[in-house]
């Protein structure tokens, strides 16, 4: 599979914004979900945003609704994040991931294809 690869994290202070991109050329199909998901030390890896390509629908967790948004590019080759009213508690490594999933899910570990992920640090 062609890797799927994260850019845009920083350091920003609390309540600015970044817009994380992943270049994810390799799953373009309708049939994929694509998601962010993010991972702070000593917690375990958790949901952020999804979306599914086929009708761009999208989910988000709790925490950042209404300060994230998820979206794509028209040929759905890059995935975006973007990201406002920063909090200390987003501080984090960011990671994108893919799969063909049925339902689209906000589990982690029933996704199978994964970045590297990028480092988002939040500080007042």
């Known amino acids: 599979q062609v890797p799927l690869v994260e850019s845009g994290g920083g350091s920003v202070q609390a309540g600015g914004s970044l817009r994380l991109s992943c270049e994810a050329s390799?799953?373009?199909?309708?049939?994929?979900?694509m998601g962010w998901f993010r991972q702070a030390p000593g917690k375990e890896r958790e949901a952020v945003a999804i979306i599914r390509r086929s009708s761009a629908t999208t989910r988000y967790a709790d925490d950042v609704k209404g300060r994230f948004t998820i979206s794509q590019d028209n040929a759905r080759k890059t995935l975006y994040l973007q990201m406002n009213s920063l909090q200390l508690e987003d501080t984090a490594m960011y990671y994108c991931?893919?799969?063909?999933?049925?339902?689209?899910?906000?589990?982690?570990?029933?996704?199978?294809?994964w970045g590297q992920g990028t480092q988002v640090t939040v500080s007042s």
């Open positions: 390799g799953y373009t199909a309708a049939r994929y979900c």
């Open positions: 991931a893919a799969d063909l999933l049925p339902s689209c899910t906000m589990i982690p570990g029933q996704w199978r294809y």
